[in-house]
């Protein structure tokens, strides 16, 4: 008489159902939406012709006359801007002036629109991931949106929040803010943004 093995279905049959948590359930629900996420954007890139021949993406800037441009090498980085004080101390203080300035000169984005670009990318974009940003931390980290500094925030969720406002802004506006360095645009307006979204409740305290 031959044994038979029990299969895996068996196993999962006769496994205890409440060793799938809520929270269990929750985090594999975010791995498989992130997981999607990012094969639709593999998807779109391969269609526009936006990935290169070892699987990395490339730049396609739009012309000055709205023509697209051949991708860019991907060591053509746009450089976080270095801010000196006056005693030549660099400090890490952004300004809008410095999104115009890479809009212009690195994503040759037209003169006309480069002030309409930034108010998508500082108001209109950072809204949609902001709004990421709280359920996030409101259902899986089970923490108080409203109260919640940008430094305290978990590094993981930052760091998927700089990845969809940079998946967005490809997207939407054409412009590969990947290629900035430290990603300093994705951080900027994410930054300032929630710290406006934070400023009303820290008046209370």
Not at 88 to 105: F, M, S, T, Y
Request: charged residues 30%; hydrophobic residues 30%; proline residues 7%.
């Amino acid at each position: 008489m031959i044994n038979q093995q029990p299969s895996h279905h068996d196993e999962l049959s006769n496994s205890d159902p409440q060793l799938l948590t809520e929270e269990t359930g929750q985090r594999i629900l975010q791995r498989l939406d992130d997981l999607y996420s990012r094969i639709d954007y593999i998807e779109e890139a391969i269609q526009r012709g936006n990935l290169g021949p070892q699987g990395t993406a490339q730049q396609t800037r739009p012309a000055v006359d709205g023509s697209a441009q051949p991708p860019q090498e991907r060591s053509q980085r746009c450089k976080k801007p270095k801010i000196e004080d006056e005693d030549g101390n660099q400090v890490a203080e952004i300004r809008v002036e410095h999104i115009d300035e890479a809009l212009r000169d690195h994503f040759r984005v037209d003169p006309d629109n480069i002030v309409s670009t930034r108010t998508d990318l500082t108001k209109h974009l950072r809204g949609v991931v902001r709004v990421y940003i709280e359920e996030q931390l409101e259902h899986r980290h089970k923490l108080p949106p409203a109260s919640t500094p940008w430094k305290h925030i978990p590094k993981p969720l930052v760091f998927r929040a700089i990845e969809k406002f940079e998946e967005q802004a490809e997207r939407v506006l054409r412009i590969r803010l990947g290629d900035c360095e430290g990603s300093w645009i994705a951080r900027y307006c994410l930054h300032t943004g929630w710290n406006n979204f934070i400023a009303p409740e820290r008046k209370k305290e």
